[in-house]
T-cell receptor
Framework: KAGVTQTPRYLIKTRGQQVTLSCSPI?????VSWYQQTPGQGLQFLFE???????NKGNFPGRFSGRQFSNSRSEMNVSTLELGDSALYLC???????????FGPGTRLLVL | KQEVTQIPAALSVPEGENLVLNCSFT??????LQWFRQDPGKGLTSLLL?????REQTSGRLNASLDKSSGRSTLYIAASQPGDSATYLC??????????FGTGTRLTVIP
């Protein structure tokens, strides 16, 4: 089975722009979670989607949003980018009844 | 809010040595605890998952223990190899289904 894929792998944006990141889960996985990883704050949970519905949400401002499609692929969007949004964004998928998440390689976002 | 801390932040050991990584958490009301490894520029790989009702889990040279009452977990790596060099993260799952990650321990195994 193919692993979790994320596109693009690298992205450079400027302050005030918006960005959309994509995540394709492992086939058969309907749960997709997103995380932000920065040197200062470490890994923080953004949100989880299951069957096209947001099931859980971390403590991030409304500029961070996401959605999930019927094929379980997920996108996250960050509007009005700030310098502090520079980070590695990871998504993870899992079979809902199991606990183990499988992570993608991440999208590294740099905001200038 | 759950706080997860890992000590030490970095560790260098010679190849073949046994080592222990530590993880502590402030809220003992957890569902499970996981250990991950992260290689530079890559995502996370799940190593071991311990349910709250379990005391330990083993996989090959890795053994993880959990003491919920004291808010601690350890990851024991036997006979370390250069390929074990990576950052190791622990994460606890709370009631809201969130994963709270520790700060990580960067391990270097010197050949």
């Amino acid at each position: 089975k193919a692993g979790v894929t994320q596109t693009p792998r690298y992205l450079i944006k400027t302050r005030g722009q918006q960005v959309t990141l994509s995540c394709s889960p492992i086939s058969g996985h309907r749960s997709v979670s997103w995380y932000q990883q920065t040197p200062g704050q470490g890994l923080q949970f953004l949100f989880e989607y299951f069957s096209e519905t947001q099931r859980n949400k971390g403590n991030f401002p409304g500029r961070f949003s996401g959605r999930q499609f019927s094929n379980s692929r997920s996108e996250m969007n960050v509007s009005t980018l700030e310098l502090g949004d520079s980070a590695l964004y990871l998504c993870a998928s899992k079979v809902d009844i199991q606990e183990t998440q499988y992570f993608g390689p991440g999208t590294r976002l740099l905001v200038l | 809010k759950q706080e997860v801390t890992q000590i030490p932040a970095a560790l260098s050991v010679p190849e073949g040595e046994n080592l222990v990584l530590n993880c502590s958490f402030t809220d003992s009301a957890i569902y499970n605890l996981q250990w991950f490894r992260q290689d530079p520029g890559k995502g996370l790989t799940s190593l071991l998952l311990i349910q709250s009702s379990q005391r330990e889990q083993t996989s090959g040279r890795l053994n993880a223990s959990l003491d919920k009452s004291s808010g601690r977990s350890t990851l024991y790596i036997a006979a370390s190899q250069p390929g074990d060099s990576a950052t190791y993260l622990c994460a606890v799952k709370g009631g809201a289904n969130n994963l709270f990650f520790g700060t990580g321990t960067r391990l270097t195994v010197i050949p």
